[in-house]
């Protein structure tokens, strides 16, 4: 059952942390089984089928549900979503945040050159702009009184972009992870997965929490020790061990969101 973790009296970095007697031994032999269950999965679906255009999968095709409308995926959800998580990257780095909207801005701007995210946030009036902002610090607030600081000897790597090419390309899982903290090397599992949401925990963060660490056991061949997700809408923090049953489960949907994309083709 999925960890839910008030931010106080623990700070998110100290809920990450958890207990370090009680980490498993690092599972280095389950990401093959993974990736054939995978493979043996999308050929029941595909066949010997040549796709021209390869079937994606994202967190973001696990985390809404067809029978409903995530509201955090319209344009100002999704750039709210982006300037939020450009905030976390300036907050484990050590940046001191002093005008939430406009730092956060300017960090993705020395990122992108164009988008249609970027088009929109440049259309904008000033009234809408304003509402943005306010709205932006209302979640940086969250997120900096919850975080606390991550140290550095846990070498946090931050919008983590990962690409699994399945089925000779004709499938590809894309993922970015806001952080990651941790270390593959070692006798023990200690990598740790986070995300930020400016949305409230649901089902589909469940799936998204998931599908984080069965991408990444698959990137990295070594399971991770957590995956957590942070809702800067609710303050709660969801984490979850990985294990066997977690990422077998994960298997099931990936598989699941190919075949509802194959029927729809």
Request: proline share 4%.
């Amino acid at each position: 059952m999925t960890t839910t973790t008030p931010i106080s009296p623990l700070s998110v970095v100290d809920a990450l942390r958890g207990d370090r007697a009680r980490r498993p031994p690092a599972d280095t032999s389950s990401a093959a089984g993974l990736r054939a269950e995978l493979e043996d999965g999308i050929y029941e679906i595909l066949g010997a089928e040549t796709l021209v255009v390869p079937i994606t999968v994202r967190a973001a095709s696990l985390r809404q549900s067809s029978r409903s409308t995530d509201l955090s995926q319209s344009p100002t959800g999704l750039l709210r979503g982006v300037l939020v998580s450009q905030l976390l990257r300036l907050l484990t780095v050590g940046v001191t945040v002093e005008h939430a909207f406009d730092d956060a801005v300017a960090a993705w701007r020395g990122e992108v050159e164009a988008g249609n995210l970027l088009a929109y946030l440049n259309q904008l009036d000033g009234d809408e702009r304003a509402r943005l902002a306010t709205d932006v610090t209302a979640h940086a607030v969250t997120l900096t009184r919850a975080m606390g600081e991550v140290p550095r000897r846990w070498m946090p790597r931050t919008g983590v972009r990962a690409t699994q090419r399945l089925a000779a390309g004709r499938v590809v899982l894309r993922d970015v992870i806001d952080l990651i903290v941790g270390s593959t090397v070692g006798d023990v599992a200690s990598v740790v997965l986070f995300d930020v949401t400016t949305s409230p925990l649901g089902e589909g963060a469940e799936r998204a929490l998931r599908y984080h660490a069965l991408v990444q056991t698959l990137r990295t061949s070594i399971v991770p020790l957590r995956t957590a997700m942070f809702s800067t809408a609710t303050g709660e923090l969801w984490m979850r061990d990985v294990d066997h049953e977690l990422l077998g489960r994960s298997v099931r949907e990936v598989l699941s969101a190919v075949r509802d994309q194959w029927v729809l083709r």
